[in-house]
């Protein structure tokens, strides 16, 4: 059944045509991702969807089933004045009604508690209540509360009293709690983190509602969707094969275009040579009838680019020592109160590390130690020789309203030539006016990208990216991605976007519980590793025979300590990882790098490589003797293995 179609829909702002002859429909069961570059239209088309907006000609029809939820970006007072579960709870009038209904009930017989009367009344409100399915919704609200990150304890706070990320989650919230029967989903794992994604990810699989989202995470889309609308010159076009595919569907089709385009044109160009040379002579009839025939012809368009490319360039500056960051039992917090406590790691030149952990967790409290702007509670944290920092924060906070573009980056270098300035804008896609944009009225994704040129416009070895992904479209993650797999020096990346850490990361620091662990590869690798240990860790399933539960209950026990061994294996292997890379790139630096006779560098270098040689000993022997102690359990973990305590 067709929930809302449209038919020939043509919209304009300010004489600049959005939509033109744009058509589609939405049926109950679609899942369907809204794609195309940041100013395409795509928030303009739900709010046409939604009756927010409404076009300048064509037609939008509904179906009498067909009720849209569309996010809320701005709040009343009152709504203001709501807690948070009141707020949620509200989508549902009937039942916000009922439970009204029922306060009043429970009140009347508190007072009269002898009251016949009031104990009837309170019944048939209860019965209400329940035949509304009252009670299970609330249940469903606090589910979906807690899926998205919030704490129970915050439940009843008033909505002022969150931060304004916090408030568009709430949004998500009641709008994934109502009955309506189609959600537009505009940017909805914006303020999420990855645990809260990936619980949205499960809910939308299992809810009976149709849905069109909005998003630049590409991992989301392909988990949540079937079918792709590609906003583009102003019209839709379709792929029925989810995202994966159609990224790969949509150059085919411009491959396929672009041959027919070629294949025409060298036609057009054979006829109109015919009629130029035959026009006036013998074949003057046919040259005529060519013509005609040219006229009719309908000329196949090349696929429009609605959006200016980017094309990141980070140049590492200065080449620091090999050691860039180094944190030795570092705690973080504010005054004497820890968020992550006993933090040892060494980051060194080339690295590629992605930070991650729930919001709220402590990560940009990590940073902002790190960067000196904040007192580590305990431990050290010490930067490298010759570290150049360059930081991106993901609040803005560099960028002044009242500049234009083009002053924003003139600030960095104030005696430079426009022609040049203009130049490295347009890499990030500033182009002619629009480097005399006021930044106050830039979109989140320009001014992301402003900030991003900012950023980078001064050459820096050690880059400090505070979730630099956020606002940015599908095209400019990718070239961001690429510009870091090509980056020479080290960067430490905060980011929730799961495809972007995969791309970019090659060493995790997982944040859970005020504790960093280090995790060697990418978010693949370390979802695999996760989920893996919860697979381990899960109790017995309900009737398990006592025999086996006393011997899981055993096997808790020692397993907890095997724990501990695993982790300090884990530690002396990631220990012993980066010291024979230090090594590896001490022979580097004496084979190839330092001049033959600067004597006084190959000395350093030498005895540096001695000490690293004899540090890989010791920790080769601790590790052997870890390796010893694991063996001692290994018939208890095959016991585990073979599923005795499923």
């Given amino acids: 059944m067709t929930l809302i179609a449209g038919e020939n829909i043509c919209k304009q702002f300010n004489q600049r045509t959005i939509f033109k002859d744009l058509s589609f429909s939405v049926n109950e069961d679609d899942r369907i991702g809204l794609v195309g570059p ?37 709040f009343s007072s009152e709504q203001l004045h ?43 409100a209860q019965h209400r209540f329940e035949a509304l399915g009252g009670y299970r919704f609330e249940m469903e609200v606090k589910t979906i509360l807690v899926g998205l990150g919030f704490p129970e304890n915050r439940f009843h ?58 998003s630049h995470d590409r991992m989301f889309l392909n988990n949540a969707i079937k079918k792709v609308w590609e906003l583009a010159g102003g019209k839709i076009e379709q792929y029925f094969n989810g995202f994966a595919r159609f990224l790969e569907e949509r150059d085919e089709r411009r491959q396929h275009i672009e041959h027919l385009y070629r294949h025409q044109q060298e036609e057009i160009k054979r006829i109109e040579d015919f009629v130029r040379r035959n026009i006036a002579g013998q074949k003057t009839k046919q040259a005529q009838s060519k013509m005609k025939y040219l006229s009719r012809i309908k000329r196949i368009e090349l696929p429009s680019s609605d959006a200016n490319p980017v094309a990141f360039r980070l140049q590492s500056g200065n080449r620091s020592f090999n050691l860039i960051l180094s944190l030795d039992s ?95 804008l347009a890499r990030f896609g500033f182009r002619g006016e629009d480097v005399l944009k006021k930044v106050s ?37 990718q070239a961001l991605e690429e510009a870091l797999r090509e980056y020479q020096g080290a ?26 662990r280090i995790f060697e590869g990418n978010y693949s690798y370390l979802k695999e590793k996760l989920d893996s240990e ?48 230090i090594l590896k790139r001490l022979d580097d630096d004496i084979e190839h790098k330092i001049p033959k006779t600067d004597w006084e560098k190959l000395t350093a270098a030498y005895q540096e490589k001695s000490r690293i040689e004899n540090l890989l000993l010791e920790l080769y022997s601790r590790l052997e003797e870890m390796k010893d102690l694991d063996a001692q359990y290994s018939d208890i973990e095959r016991q585990s293995d073979t599923g005795q305590f499923d």
């Fill in 441 to 477: 009225v830039l979109s989140g994704g320009e001014k992301t990208k402003l900030a991003l040129a900012k950023l980078l416009y001064m050459p820096a070895n050690f880059l400090i990216l505070d979730e630099p992904t956020n606002h940015l479209d599908i095209d400019a993650r």
């Fill in 157 to 214: 706070n008033r909505l002022e009293n969150f931060s304004g990320g916090e408030k568009n989650r709430a949004s998500l919230a009641r709008l994934l709690a109502g009955k309506s029967t189609l959600l537009l989903l505009d940017e909805p794992t914006n303020h999420l983190d990855i645990d809260s994604t990936i619980w949205l990810e499960e809910f939308l699989a299992k809810t009976d509602k149709a849905y069109i989202i909005v």
């Fill in 82 to 124: 709501q807690t948070l579960f009141g707020y949620v709870s509200a989508v549902r009038d009937d039942l916000t009604a009922a439970r009204l209904e029922l306060e009043r009930a429970e009140q009347t017989l508190a007072d009269n508690p002898s009251s016949q009367k009031a104990i009837e009344t309170l019944g048939e």
């Fill in 38 to 74: 940041n100013g395409i239209g795509k928030t303009t088309l739900f709010q046409l969807m939604a009756s927010r907006l409404t076009p300048d000609s064509g037609n939008i029809s509904r179906s009498k089933y067909c009720h849209i939820a569309y996010l809320e970006q701005e």
């Fill in 491 to 516: 960067y430490l990346v905060v980011s929730h976007d799961r495809y972007f850490i995969d791309r970019i990361a090659d060493k995790i620091l997982y944040l859970e519980n005020g504790a960093v």
């Fill in 330 to 424: 570092a705690s973080f917090g504010y005054g004497n109160h820890p968020v992550v406590r006993e933090v040892s790691f060494n980051l060194y030149r080339g690295d590629r590390v992605a930070l991650i952990g729930r919001n709220g967790s402590g990560k940009t409290t990590i940073l902002r130690t790190i960067l000196g702007e904040l007192e580590s509670v305990d431990g050290s944290i010490r930067l490298g020789q010759k570290v150049e920092v360059a930081y991106f924060d993901q609040e803005l906070s560099d960028l002044n309203d009242d500049n234009t573009v083009l002053d924003e980056i003139w600030q960095m270098e104030p005696m430079a030539e426009a022609g040049r300035m203009r130049t490295f």
């Fill in 534 to 581: 919860r697979e381990r860790s899960a109790p017995p399933k309900k009737g398990t025979d006592p025999e086996k539960l006393k011997e899981y209950v055993d096997f808790k026990k020692i397993s907890q300590y095997k724990g501990r061994i695993k982790k300090e294996i884990k530690s002396l292997t990631s220990r012993i990882s980066d010291h024979e890379l």
